[in-house]
């Protein structure tokens, strides 16, 4: 169901708020511009980033606009199993600091899949930096067609296909804008500002929402105990079935390799922890990052739960009960704000959207133009001139950006109509569609790191077979084949990932290492 509402929900103090919050981010932009002069700097700050910045762009990062609006749909459909995941998260987060982050700085890479190269080969690092590109662009194309629906019920009144299209190409056109500008180190920034932007607004929503309900907090509690809310407030679920997202086991297995895969292998978050000044401070920050995540995480989800006793429990709720149309799941957030939230509070809200849209579409298109430039156009040893890679170091880092800002905002129009048709949970369908690349990567890169073995061949028969054995565990196909042979009807996604993830590192180890890699070249032992 698709929400109609007029934009005047929207006064010309939100829009003013809006407005000065967009302005404030272009500044960063312009400020940064001054110090991306070249490719290290655009790419890499200079490797003289803090830490703590650091921390908290990736937590911006890994919130995105899925979490600011699926996050509350989660809680306001089902229960709070969800924020189980950051288990997984944890566990993940440590082994890419003890493991990851300082093999990376010994390599001294810009692109993390340059390690790949150095263990494999030139072409294992273009294949894996190539399919990478491939996941991001479905991942942060799936992020974007999120963050378009509020904002096209904002605009446009609703958010029916055509808006939504018109909505994800002035949201990417914003983006684009301010990560041309300044490069990593305006990423940074300005996803700091935006993650105080999101806390801030979330916190206030929920204050705002918690008077509007005549319980105390031991009653609102109670409520969501009780048989008709269907124990709301369960965070662990110790199901074995395969079918279920969000259990014990599925944190500690499948989402622990997703969070493993993104802190890892997937330059958009990992770029970020090589602008720090050591791998000390690189493996701080991405562990200080997934932290501070957990209250984040659990604001989100509050919400959703008072979410669920204002819109759905009339009962409670009494003359207080709203008279509208009740929202479906994934509009709920974005109705209360835009009717109920008082003027000024809906233009803070909406910057905080924005921030948590703008902070996941930055860094995207910044991490795909260095992978870009790194591993295709200024590959080492490619035998340029010093004087030609330097033409290309300084000309190609804002195209680059500008063509993966059409890519990226071609995919998200796609997302428009594919999401709709398989009517899946939002935050559900931003992951899922990561495991196509996520599986082959993690393989190839816990082959490089753990073993000895595998070579170029294997390494690329590994990133498709994790494209082909993810696809075959999609619902669309599973549905056809697994009931035929007693298998569940539903694979959840986390699942989806072991499997995939399992079989590509099989594959990548199957080869021994080539006679002509230098042993120096191999994974040197972790300090």
């Given at each position: ?25 272009m500044a960063v932009g312009l400020w940064a511009r001054k110090r991306a002069a070249s490719s290290e700097e655009f790419f890499l700050a200079g490797r003289s980033m803090p830490w703590w910045a650091v921390a908290v762009s990736v ?90 629906i509020p904002f096209s019920m904002i605009v446009f009144g609703e958010a029916n296909s055509t808006q939504l299209v018109g909505a994800i190409l002035l949201l990417s056109l914003a983006a684009t804008l301010y990560t041309m500008l ?346």
């Open positions: 169901m698709m929400i109609a509402m007029t934009n005047d929900h929207f006064s010309h103090w939100d829009w003013a708020i809006l407005g000065g919050y967009l302005i404030l981010v937590l911006a990062t890994s919130l995105s606009a899925a979490t600011f609006i699926g996050g509350p749909e989660m809680a306001y459909r089902g229960d709070l199993t969800y924020f189980s995941a950051n288990l997984g998260g944890l566990l993940a987060v440590i082994i890419v600091a003890w493991l990851f982050i300082p093999a990376f700085y010994r390599h001294q890479v810009t692109s993390v899949y340059q390690l790949l190269g150095d263990r494999f080969g030139q072409p294992a690092c273009q294949a894996a930096s190539a399919m990478f590109m491939l996941g991001r662009l479905l991942a942060s194309g799936a992020r974007l067609f999120i963050m378009a300044g490069g990593i180190r305006a990423v940074i920034w300005t996803d700091v500002l935006q993650a105080a932007v999101v806390v801030g607004s979330v916190i206030v929503a929920l204050v705002l929402l918690y008077t509007r309900i005549p319980l105390s907090l031991t009653e609102i509690i109670d409520t969501l105990n009780d048989e008709t809310a269907g124990n709301k407030l369960q965070c662990l679920d110790f199901s074995i079935s395969p079918e279920k997202n969000y259990t014990l086991w599925t944190a500690l297995l499948g989402i622990m390799l997703i969070n493993l895969a993104a802190f890892g292998t997937d330059q958009d978050l990992t770029q970020r922890l090589l602008t720090c000044r050591s791998a000390r401070s690189g493996s701080w920050s991405v562990i200080a990052s997934n932290l501070i995540a957990w209250p984040v995480v659990f604001l989100f989800l509050c919400l959703g739960l008072l979410l669920y006793i204002y819109y759905q429990r009339p009962d409670i709720m009494g003359a207080s009960a709203p008279a509208y149309e009740i929202p479906a799941g994934r509009e709920v957030f974005m109705q209360y704000m835009l009717i109920e939230l008082p003027i000024g509070l809906r233009g803070l809200m909406m910057a905080g959207l924005f921030a948590a849209a703008m902070s996941s579409t930055d860094s995207a298109l910044n991490a795909m133009a260095s992978t870009t430039v790194t591993d295709f156009l200024t590959p080492p040893h490619s035998g340029d001139s010093d004087r030609s890679r330097s033409q290309i170091n300084g000309n190609a880092p804002r195209w680059a950006v500008l063509g993966w800002s059409v890519a990226l905002t071609g995919f998200a129009i796609l997302c428009v109509f594919w999401q709709q048709a398989s009517g899946e949970e939002l935050i559900n369908f931003a992951l899922r569609v990561m495991v196509f690349a996520y599986s082959g990567l993690l393989a190839v890169f816990l082959a490089a790191l753990l073993t000895k073995r595998g070579n170029c061949t294997t390494v690329i028969a590994a990133l498709i077979t994790g494209v082909l054995v993810t696809l075959i565990l999609q619902p669309m196909i599973w549905d056809k084949w697994a009931p035929l042979i007693g298998l569940p009807e539903k694979l959840a996604f986390p699942w989806q990932m072991v499997i995939a993830t399992g079989v590509c590192f099989v594959v990548s180890i199957s080869g021994k290492r080539n006679a002509t890699t230098p042993v120096s070249s191999a994974a040197p032992p972790v300090q």
